[in-house]
């Protein structure tokens, strides 16, 4: 069941949203135990439960549903698959006889600790298994939504400090090695889509979602929202490791969900 703020949110998503594009479809949601993918697999559950929206929703993860999201199994509308994405020729079994009108490709990490441990998978899910996805799209005329990030930005060329970024800023190599293979593979998975929306004219957006907080992010996660409020609950103060001069835009996972969702529907 959702919690009282998860199911205010909802009601606010779906309210935001033209439900009429999700009616009766079905879609695919790739790394569906991303923190992102939650607040997608909430709002599709409340409009089938709520507002006769009638989609069914498969769901791909490398893991077991996490404690919070795993109630969706229950549902006849959902369908819950353990898979490792990197396995192409699964994959592609998987996808063979299935017909998706909308996919959600979340299926990489967010969490830098995650990524660094697992760099070969990182670079295949954003390249190779992004490339057998968008081959079936191609065949199935089906709506993606790839998930990048702001990572993708150059940002040691700003000749300004603290310049605002948005997405017409060019994108590059950062300076951070410990970013770079990240940062690389996420390019590459723009490129990806690029090449085959101009090529087939398929219908693929882009989204880079940065510092999403809300309902759900784990207290072990090492990201700054989660820390600050780990540090105040636990240990009654809030503290910086630096002098706090970073300029940052942080988005409520509720507001960006609307984003995401009026994207892949009716995004040009």
């Not at 769901?59 to 353990?82: P, Q, V």
């Not at 079994?93 to 299926?107: P, R, S, V």
């Not at 990489?108 to 441990?117: A, D, F, L, N, V």
């Not at 540090?231 to 002098?243: N, P, Q, S, V």
Request: aromatic share 12%.
């Amino acid at each position: 069941m959702l919690s009282k703020i998860i199911e205010k949110d909802c009601k606010k998503i779906l309210q935001n949203i033209k439900l009429k594009k999700f009616k009766g479809k079905k879609i695919l949601i790739l790394g569906g135990n991303s923190f992102l993918a939650s607040y997608i697999q909430y709002s599709f559950y409340y409009g089938n439960i709520y507002n006769n929206l009638n989609s069914k929703i498969s769901c791909i993860s490398l893991n077991d549903l996490n404690k919070d999201i795993s109630f969706l199994k229950k549902e006849k509308f959902f369908k819950f698959y353990k898979q490792d994405l990197t396995d192409q020729i699964n994959l592609k079994k998987f996808l063979e006889k299935k017909n998706f009108d909308f996919i959600f490709y979340f299926a990489t990490y967010g969490q830098p600790e995650k990524w660094i441990s697992g760099l070969n998978k990182m670079i295949t899910l954003n390249t190779s298994s992004l490339e057998t996805i968008l081959k079936y799209s191609t065949k199935r005329n089906s709506s993606l939504l790839y998930f990048s990030s702001v990572d993708v930005y150059d940002l040691k060329n700003l000749k300004t400090k603290n310049k605002l970024i948005n997405e017409h800023n060019p994108i590059g190599i950062p300076d951070n090695k410990n970013r770079i293979v990240y940062s690389s593979s996420k390019i590459l998975g723009e490129i990806l889509c690029n090449e085959y929306k101009e090529k087939y004219n398929l219908k693929i957006n882009i989204v880079r979602p940065a510092h999403t907080y809300g309902p759900g992010q784990s207290i072990k996660d090492k990201r700054l929202i989660s820390q600050l409020i780990k540090r105040a609950i636990l240990e009654k103060k809030i503290y910086l490791f630096d002098k706090g001069e970073s300029i940052k835009t942080w988005g409520y996972i509720g507001d960006i969900t609307i984003m995401f969702l009026n994207i892949i529907g009716s995004g040009k």
